[in-house]
């Protein structure tokens, strides 16, 4: 029953909890970073996502999707603040630094970038090349076509 899978197959319980124990603790810190805008430095966002934590995780998990469900909900949190405190310093900043994780978050979960008037969506493109972009726009159509269909 511990190693019952959760999401569609990809996660054991067990790796949720893992992610849930290493990444809770940081998401009020990533929080106020984010709110203040600051990514580097004693009290910056990166060393929260770069630090102990994430590379205790790394090492404990057994599949990439449980780092990217840490990575997400991050991601989640410091959106929350973004939008919250009209502070995008850090968002941006995650965006470039987990543009693979954006990209493939975009196609297995493409309306998380529709939320928040789609400020997500809009940060996200301003940091893509053209061809970056061009992929997460295919993605998130995706979900207009899915949500045009439901009408």
């Known amino acids: ?17 893992l992610v849930d124990r290493y990444i ?18 004693i009290d910056g966002a990166a060393q929260y996502l770069n630090g102990a934590n994430f590379i205790g995780l790394k090492k ?10 840490a990575l997400e909900k991050c991601l989640l949190a410091i959106t929350e603040v973004s939008v919250l405190k009209r ?3 850090v968002l941006e900043k995650f965006t470039r630094e987990h543009l693979d994780f954006i990209l493939s978050l975009s196609r297995k979960k493409p309306g998380v970038f529709k939320e928040n008037d789609g400020i997500l969506e809009r940060i996200c493109k301003s940091i893509m090349n053209e ?3 061009k992929e997460f726009e295919k993605n998130l159509h995706k979900i207009k076509k899915l949500i045009d269909s439901m009408v």
């Open 87 to 89: 502070e995008t310093n």
């Open 60 to 69: 404990r998990v057994k599949e990439e999707a449980a780092y990217n469900l």
């Open 131 to 133: 061809k970056q972009q």
């Open 24 to 41: 809770n603790p940081l998401l009020d810190p990533i929080k106020n970073a984010t709110g203040n805008g600051k990514w580097e430095g």
């Open 1 to 17: 029953m511990a190693n019952k899978l959760v999401n569609s197959g990809q996660i054991t319980l067990n790796d949720k909890a």
